[in-house]
């Protein structure tokens, strides 16, 4: 079973990375970039046989333990296939 | 316009990150995964008025000049709204 994990800064936290990709866009003549987030993506590939449920539940606990610093960061669960 | 774009290693390219994940989680008592890979989530934000295929066609080009390196990365394009 595949599944994704989105990790984006919450609203509000100041992300230098992705200032500086809205900037070399400018730089590149990209024009009209209003803003750039950069996040983290997991991609896990779990043993078959748990159940989407299951597996949303484990991955969540995964995220709120080490995946993910929820202080700063969202996370958003995707199950693949 | 919100896009997003998902930046991943290629597959074969070496993922020291994804290996740590794996063993962390393990460490941790997650049992079952098989394997976790890191990639990149890049949330750009584009000024309004642009079509879907011109906004596309402008972010792939900015990801072969600044935000992946496509001998090792694929990238993945997603018009959000």
């Known amino acids: 079973m ?7 800064l919450r609203k509000g936290v100041l992300d230098p990375q992705g200032k500086a990709i809205t900037r070399a866009l400018g730089g590149l003549g990209f024009e ?3 803003s ?3 996040g983290k993506l ?9 159940s989407p449920e299951k597996a949303k ?6 995220c709120e333990r080490l995946l993910a610093n ?7 669960i995707e199950i693949v296939a």
């Open 2 to 8: 595949k599944v994704n994990v989105k990790i984006t």
């Open 32 to 34: 009209g970039v209003a």
């Open 36 to 38: 750039a987030r950069q």
């Open 42 to 50: 997991i991609e896990l590939e779990l043993e078959d046989g748990l």
């Open 57 to 62: 539940e484990t991955v969540a606990q995964m």
């Open 70 to 76: 929820t202080v700063m960061e969202d996370y958003e």
